[in-house]
T-cell receptor, first 110, second 112 residues
Framework: DVKVTQSSRYLVKRTGEKVFLECVQD?????MFWYRQDPGLGLRLIYF???????EKGDIPEGYSVSREKKERFSLILESASTNQTSMYLC?????????FGPGTRLTVT | ELKVEQNPLFLSMQEGKNYTIYCNYSTTSDRLYWYRQDPGKSLESLFV?????AVKQEGRLMASLDTKARLSTLHITAAVHDLSATYFCAVDSWVSGYALNFGKGTSLLVTP
């Protein structure tokens, strides 16, 4: 079974803090993704990566950056957290015809 | 821009009834995904439809794909309470490394 894990299920941070969300997959997938999910807006793509050290902006990259130093790990970084980044963050890894989602991290920025 | 529209967004139905959720998308895509999400949980893959005319069934759920009409349907047969959840359809885009573009989801409540 493909396994995608995320470092935290729940996280509370203060405005202005630097926040790291970690995602690890164990199936040697090349493509990995970060989405955020908000009520009424659905899931939106923040960043994706198709190889180590390669990254591409998604639909809503502002305020975020990513890092992919190893194939299995894809990190989402909030350089200076703001309250409008309070959300559910979902990581996924993918083959060309299937996406596997992690359990999600519910981030609250106060 | 690839757009995915689901309807209805909210659905309350009685146990034992049948209903269909519709998913329209705006550009050509050969792959259509259906996911289920329970409150506070992540996404559970239900179906991946890979070609025109594809039909897949699992229990009381059946999904189909018409790529010419850019339409997928998720049909619920004889609903039971356990099917209460939010259902998302999504299509991928090779331009963004097969990232998914999601509909806004259909929140389904099955009542006795």
């Amino acid at each position: 079974d493909v396994k995608v894990t995320q470092s935290s299920r729940y996280l509370v941070k203060r405005t202005g803090e630097k926040v790291f969300l970690e995602c690890v997959q164990d199936m040697d997938h090349e493509n990995m993704f970060w989405y955020r999910q908000d009520p009424g807006l659905g899931l939106r793509l923040i960043y994706f990566s198709y190889d180590v050290k390669m990254k591409e902006k998604g639909d809503i990259p502002e305020g975020y950056s990513v890092s992919r130093e190893k194939k299995e790990r894809f990190s989402l970084i909030l350089e200076s957290a703001s309250t409008n980044q309070t959300s559910m963050y979902l990581c996924a890894s993918a083959t060309s015809y299937e996406q596997y989602f992690g359990p999600g991290t519910r981030l609250t920025v106060t | 821009e690839l757009k995915v529209e689901q309807n209805p967004l909210f659905l309350s139905m009685q146990e034992g009834k049948n209903y269909t959720i519709y998913c329209n998308y705006s550009t050509t895509s050969d792959r259509l995904y259906w996911y289920r999400q329970d409150p506070g949980k992540s996404l559970e893959s239900l179906f991946v439809l890979l070609s025109n005319g594809a039909v897949k069934q699992e229990g009381r759920l059946m999904a189909s794909l018409d790529t010419k009409a850019r339409l997928s349907t998720l049909h619920i047969t004889a609903a039971v309470h356990d099917l209460s959840a939010t259902y998302f359809c999504a299509v991928d885009s090779w331009v963004s490394g097969y990232a998914l573009n999601f509909g806004k989801g259909t929140s389904l409540l099955v009542t006795p």
